[in-house]
C-alpha cells in the first residue's frame, strides 16, 4: 500500500514563527497536495504539485508556500503562522491518473498557532 | 456556490438498516466521483470510486452516479456501529483536483 507519512501528528507553534510541515510519499507519486480541513469548512486545496519544482496555487494558497525539491517529499511552509492558520493539515498524493484512482492522504497533522 | 454539496448531518441510523448519503455537484464536466469515510480525529480513507452512471457496488456498499441530474450517494446496507463516522464525496475537477464536499455525519445506533 502506498504509505503517505506526515512528519508530526502535533505542531504547537507562536505567532510569526515559520513553520514547515513536511510530507514523503513512498510510491513514486507524481501528484501531491496540500490541504487544510476546518470543522464546517471541509477540506480546502492549498497548494498542489505535478513535478518536481513544479507547484501550482489552490483555493486559498495566502500565507502558504510550498517545496518539491525532490519527487518523494512535499513541503508546506507558513512563512509567518498566524492563529488563523490553527487547522489540521492533510497531505495527500496520487498517480498521474489520479482521477481514476483517487488520492491517499497521510494521517494529519494538527497545527495550533498560539 | 459551493462544488460540492452535502447535507452536514448528522444522520442517525439503527443498526442493520440502510444509510443514505447524497451529495450534487456543480461542474457538469467531472468524470470522477469519490466518497472517503473519515473517523474523528483521523484522515480520510477511499472506500468508494464510480465513473459511469449507475450503480456500483462493493461489499455492503453501493455507489450511485447520475451525470444528467448531478448527483452522487452512496448506500451501506446492514449499517454497523462502526460505519459511524464522516462521509465526505469528492468530485474532480481539472488538473487532477479534487473538490469535496464538508461531509456528512453518519450515526449508527447499537
Known amino acids: 500500500d502506498v504509505k503517505v507519512t506526515q512528519s508530526s501528528r502535533y505542531l504547537v507553534k507562536r505567532t510569526g514563527e515559520k513553520v514547515f510541515l513536511e510530507c514523503v510519499q513512498d510510491?513514486?507519486?507524481?501528484?501531491m497536495f496540500w490541504y487544510r480541513q476546518d470543522p464546517g469548512l471541509g477540506l480546502r486545496l492549498i497548494y498542489f504539485?505535478?513535478?518536481?519544482?513544479?507547484?501550482e496555487k489552490g483555493d486559498i494558497p495566502e500565507g502558504y508556500s510550498v517545496s518539491r525539491e525532490k519527487k518523494e517529499r512535499f513541503s508546506l511552509i507558513l512563512e509567518s503562522a498566524s492563529t488563523n492558520q490553527t487547522s489540521m493539515y492533510l497531505c495527500?498524493?496520487?498517480?498521474?491518473?489520479?482521477?481514476?484512482?483517487?488520492?491517499?492522504f497521510g494521517s494529519g497533522t494538527r497545527l495550533t498557532v498560539v | 456556490q459551493k462544488e460540492v454539496e452535502q447535507n452536514s448531518g448528522p444522520l442517525s441510523v439503527p443498526e442493520g438498516a440502510i444509510a443514505s448519503l447524497n451529495c450534487t455537484y456543480s461542474?457538469?464536466?467531472?468524470?470522477?466521483f469519490f466518497w472517503y469515510r473519515q473517523y474523528s480525529g483521523k484522515s480520510p480513507e477511499l472506500i468508494m470510486s464510480?465513473?459511469?452512471?449507475g450503480d456500483k457496488e462493493d461489499g455492503r456498499f453501493t455507489a450511485q452516479l447520475n451525470k444528467a441530474s448531478q448527483y452522487v450517494s452512496l448506500l451501506i446496507r446492514d449499517s454497523q456501529p462502526s460505519d459511524s463516522a464522516t462521509y465526505l464525496c469528492?468530485?474532480?475537477?481539472?488538473?487532477?483536483?479534487?473538490?469535496f464536499g464538508s461531509g456528512t455525519k453518519l450515526n449508527v445506533k447499537p
Open positions: 495527500a498524493s496520487s498517480l498521474e491518473a489520479g482521477q481514476a484512482y483517487g488520492y491517499t
Open positions: 510510491m513514486d507519486h507524481e501528484n
Open positions: 504539485s505535478y513535478d518536481v519544482k513544479m507547484k
Open positions: 461542474d457538469r464536466g467531472s468524470q470522477s
Open positions: 464510480i465513473y459511469s452512471n
Open positions: 469528492a468530485v474532480t475537477g481539472n488538473f487532477n483536483k479534487f473538490y
